[in-house]
């Protein structure tokens, strides 16, 4: 089987808008590959607590 390199080179989105159900640790696993980076996209985003995202709300990624 060929790897055509769309796998990866899954580009990494700027921003993301919060689902219902969503956590920073759900976002950053999804998003970015990696769940420990929510604390990097708390700063990013000025977030005071971060269990408070809310649904619509347009998150900084990158």
């Not at 899954?10 to 689902?19: A, D, H, L, N, R």
């Not at 700063?43 to 995202?53: A, D, P, Q, R």
Request: charged share 25%; net charge negative; hydrophobic share 35%.
């Amino acid at each position: 089987m060929e790897n055509t390199g769309e796998m990866n080179n899954k580009e990494i989105p700027t921003t993301y808008t919060v689902k219902s159900g969503d956590t920073l640790i759900v976002i950053c696993k999804s998003q970015l590959g990696d769940a420990d980076k929510w604390s990097e996209i708390a700063e990013l985003n000025g977030l005071e607590n971060v269990n408070k995202i809310y649904v619509g709300q347009v998150l900084k990624l990158s």
